[in-house]
């Protein structure tokens, strides 16, 4: 869906939004920060960082933590994210689906969370933020989390601004009253900034690590969605999910 320059969206009575990069495979905070909100826009329309997560996040396999990545061919800094496809998009599925059945085939709910991971990665669409805008759908679905996605380079009108001057600038093209921001934006972001654009400011409060069996020898924290879809009963993940808390 496209956000034209003239209507604005209204999709919610308190009328939240959140701002992210778009991750691929994230940890419960993210989700967390789309269940919050009325709206979820990707922010793809800045440059590519190397070493997060955008494409690449933390599993178990033979029990040990596990760095997957899905390649991107030739990385530079000098990218906007949306410019980014994947490297043999067909191969590289099938190799990360190898990776996480090798993984999490003994996992108690891989049975029921296989069809949705394989769906997730349905896509013949190989530019990267197509395919982890249709996995944060999929997973969102399983997760009962009904917040619309919106990706920034499709929005229409979006200037050329930087830092909060261009959160503020999206957010423009939304009936937005609140934007909801994960912590580590204390450090970017100025309530004042905000206030002055008729905005409030709130950060999700970071989530507790709350233990579950995991085919681990030790406890492993914030590790990606799918080692606790594969963990965790759905019922009581859904409950994780919705149990966040959001501070000034």
């Known amino acids: 869906m496209i956000v034209g320059s003239q209507g604005k969206v209204n999709l919610g009575l308190e009328n939240r939004a959140a701002v992210m990069q778009p991750y691929l ?47 991107l061919g030739k ?8 410019e980014f496809h994947i490297h043999d998009w067909e191969e590289s599925r099938k190799s990360f689906l190898h990776l996480i059945e090798q993984g999490y085939r003994k996992a108690p709910f891989f049975e029921e969370t296989w069809p949705v991971l394989t769906e997730s990665l349905n896509i013949s669409d190989d530019q990267l933020v197509a395919v982890i805008k249709n996995t944060l759908r999929v997973f969102c679905e399983y997760l009962n989390i009904t917040t619309p996605i919106f990706v920034a380079s499709e929005i229409q009108g979006i200037s050329e601004l930087k830092g909060e001057d261009k959160i503020i600038d999206i957010l423009s093209h939304f009936e937005v009253k609140t ?70």
Not at 30 to 57: E, T
Not at 76 to 81: E, G, P, V
Not at 225 to 242: E, G, K, P, Q, S
């Open 25 to 71: 495979f994230p940890y419960i905070g993210y989700f967390q920060l789309i269940a919050c909100s009325d709206s979820f826009v990707l922010f793809d329309n800045v440059n590519f960082i190397k070493k997060g997560w955008i494409n690449r996040n933390r599993i178990i396999v033979d029990q040990q933590e596990k760095l997957f990545t899905i390649p």
């Open 75 to 82: 990385i530079s800094q000098n990218k906007l994210i949306s």
């Open 179 to 248: 934007y909801v921001n994960p912590p580590g934006g204390r450090e970017l972001y100025s309530q004042e900034k905000f206030k002055e654009n008729n905005l409030n400011l709130k950060f999700l409060k970071l989530p507790l690590a709350k233990e579950y069996s995991q085919l681990s020898n030790k406890f492993i924290p914030y590790l990606s969605i799918i080692d606790l879809v594969m963990n965790v009963d759905r019922n009581l993940l859904i409950n994780m999910v919705r149990s966040y808390e959001l501070e000034d």
